[in-house]
């Protein structure tokens, strides 16, 4: 047996309750920050497995990013704005959407780069600057804006801003999409593949496409999976008055980045196979199963949630998967890599197994459950197989497992859905939950002590 497949394979005594137990949970919580403020852990469902049997385990890796906030940026930002001016826009919402705009204006240095795309049945560039110097002249194009159109070109916007996002890029940029609509593509190509390929398009050239759903008419599933290909961020904005917020908050994210590229390689040991991985887009390459994950913003988490298959072992110590994550830092401009495995003893006491179940992996179970139950949720709302009064009874369940779980944001936008039902808002509470199923889907949030929203005052001021 070739020794590299395992860390012991002899045959053992059974470890006694106690030291042993306790000594083998401390290994396979791997713990692994290197010198750029990346911190990897890998952990399985269950240190111990039964010995000479098959079955199936959970794997988790979390990538915690504890890089402190500085003053000042290392990367300059390149970004493009999609912006939605179709007939439906008129009036209120452009206006919004440009107030929001000009947020973001603020938001740039001389540094970045800024491209700003209008669109309805067709796409126009309203405003491409190399450099953001002359901030009152980008927002008097802004100003220009009208709605003019009847239909929407969604596919030719996002094609137009791929474009103009890589005439800017420069070296080491952040390179960044934001579309925003309040439609449905209804003019050029509108077959979600094609889009499905752009967005994955996107990805593979290291930027990413966030996408904004304003209203209650958009398509929440293409503007979801368009972000989730890309590594985007998905939110559903039910008020134009609610796009600046958003629009501040996606921003801040961007000019947080500590970690860019991250591509995260797992490859199974002898006698384990990858049976699946949750929420995520990946790749199988050479016996590696190759996940390419979204920026990490400083004080974020980011988790990959897998299933294992493995055969019979004897008894003994065994490595299951190794892990490698690979790099770009922001601050320093290096590339680099983190690496890690996870190991289980197979053992012959049932009693043992009992007791090494990991509350890590626990909870992100409970989380990729909670994400699948929605989806079912969403269906039954939408095609009325649910009635409102049992899908508030299923989020209710939810919301309490979700608070367990430590995903109080996702309870929260629970609550919310909840109520839109027991006012017979189906389609506002179908898309306040399409935003829940892509944050847990994702896998990524942030760990410090979340304030409601440092805009939320901001945001009520402009109601008055």
Known sequence: MNPIDEISAQPESQPAPGSLYDEHLQRDYLFKRDIHSLEMTVALFNSFILHQSTGETFLL????SREKPRAGRESPLNLVLLLDKSHSMFAGPILEVIKAAKVVIDQLTGRDSLTVIAFDHEAKVVLSSK????????????????VTGGSTDLHAALKLGFH????????????KIVLLTDGRPTHGETLDQSFFQLAENVREKGASVSAVGVGLDYNEDLLSSIARLSGGGFYHSPRPREIKKIFKKEIAHF???????????????????IREIFGLPHRFESGNYIVQLPDLEKYTEQTVLLTLQ???HPAGLFRMVDVKTKYYHVSTGVES????????????DPTIIKRGKNPRVDKALLRRNVKSDLISTIRGIRTRVLSREDAQHQLKDYQRTLILSGNTKEARELGEAIQQLAVGQDEAASKTLTQSTFSLERG???????????DESDTAGDDE
């Open 255 to 273: 000019l947080n980045v500590s970690h860019r590229n991250i591509e995260l390689s797992i490859t199974p040991r002898k006698w384990v196979k």
């Open 444 to 454: 990524k949030r942030e760990t410090i002590a979340e304030n409601d929203d440092p």
């Open 164 to 175: 103009e996002l890589r005439e800017l890029a420069g070296e080491n940029s952040i390179d």
């Open 337 to 348: 890599e983190i690496s890690g495995w996870a190991a289980a003893r197979f053992v012959d």
């Open 61 to 64: 890796v979390e990538l915690l």
């Open 131 to 146: 450099r953001v110097l002359n901030k009152e002249e980008a927002k008097r194009r802004l100003d220009s804006i009208d």
């Open 310 to 312: 493995y055969e019979n």
